[in-house]
């Protein structure tokens, strides 16, 4: 064989092996398997939940809409609208923009625009109002302002354990006697 037919053989032999690698190189792979899992949130609209004690009903929430946890139970709620149900008969009703339950607790965290209305006219509103299961309390935190005849008091956070009949004042407390009117506007 010839230099000149050595070359070409050569020439053939790595132009034949660099389309090989092109070829194998440049092989799309195949799509990844998209495993779809099950949701493990379920969505509801217009739909209620109650925590109820002894037989005795203590709060019941609807929301706009609620998505729950199905393996904790733990829901998040939007536009909120509410009742606590006191043991004197007295009943709060709650309005609020979005809050979270935590069903092993059964504590609530609720906040945007908070306002409580008692059925004996007091008014409570605050950012956020949290309910605490384990102690029965109720706190109304940040901008809290609560009225009631001629009264109003304002604090950091108002706290209770008998829906708000009862308070304490934490941080800036101000208590104004022969105040007309309501709680402002949140």
């Known amino acids: 064989m010839s230099k000149k037919s050595k ?4 020439i053939v032999l790595i132009a034949l092996v660099a389309l090989v690698y092109w070829a194998v190189s440049t092989v799309p792979k195949p799509p990844e398997k998209i495993i779809d899992e099950p949701s493990h ?15 005795k009903r203590i709060w019941t929430l609807k929301a706009g809409r609620m998505d729950v946890d199905v393996e904790t139970q733990d829901a998040t709620l939007t536009d909120i609208e509410g009742q606590f149900f006191e043991k004197d008969g ?6 609020a923009k979005s809050g979270k339950y935590t069903a092993k ?8 625009n908070v306002v409580i209305k008692s059925s004996d006219g007091a008014r409570l509103t ?4 949290h309910w605490t299961s384990s102690t029965e309390k109720l706190a109304a935190v940040g901008n809290a302002t609560a009225s009631k005849d001629d009264m109003r008091a ?8 008998d829906g708000f009949g ?6 800036h407390a101000h208590l104004e006697k022969g105040v007309q009117g309501e709680a402002s506007e949140q």
Do not use: P
């Open 105 to 112: 607790t059964h504590d609530i965290d609720i906040e945007g």
């Open 166 to 171: 009862k308070i304490k004042i934490i941080g």
């Open 90 to 95: 007295r009943t709060l009703t709650i309005t």
């Open 7 to 10: 070359g070409i053989a050569l």
């Open 154 to 161: 304002t604090g950091d956070s108002i706290e209770s354990t």
């Open 41 to 55: 949130h379920m969505t509801y609209d217009n739909n209620t939940i109650t925590e109820e004690k002894n037989g």
């Open 126 to 129: 605050s950012d956020a109002l």
